[in-house]
């Protein structure tokens, strides 16, 4: 069964950072691209940050510059590295594993609050 556990949100302030992890169990992690998507209150959820197996990062023009993603395989763990922060990244965070063969898998989220 393909778990995937996000952590590492909180609430800071503007201008701070914090570093959002994600734990996949249950499958080929090496295998499979990354991707961080997040969802504010009243807003659909939107991509953030993608990965793929071979390490090829892309990133929504809004953090650009400032949310790194990487991953590192030996642990099954994906990063987004939050850097200058602002009120408008307030959201829940989700990461999603897709396979080789398109299947997607789903984290339940973690909240990242930024107060201004």
């Known amino acids: 069964q393909v778990q995937l556990v996000e952590s590492g949100g909180g609430l800071v302030q503007a201008g701070e950072s914090l570093r959002l992890s994600c734990l996949v169990s249950?499958?080929?992690?090496?295998?499979?691209?990354m991707g961080w998507y997040r969802q504010a209150p009243r807003n659909q959820r939107e991509w953030v940050a993608g990965?793929?197996?071979?390490?090829?990062?892309n990133y929504a023009d809004s953090v650009k510059g400032r949310f790194p993603i990487s991953r590192d395989n030996a642990k099954n763990t994906v990063y987004l590295e939050m850097n200058s922060l602002k009120p408008e990244d307030t959201a829940v965070y989700y990461c999603?594993?897709?396979?080789?063969?398109?299947?997607?898998?789903w984290g339940k989220g973690t909240q990242v609050t930024v107060s201004s």
């Open positions: 999603k594993w897709t396979s080789g063969t398109g299947y997607e898998y």
């Open positions: 249950g499958t080929s992690f090496g295998l499979g691209a």
């Open positions: 990965i793929s197996r071979g390490g090829s990062t």
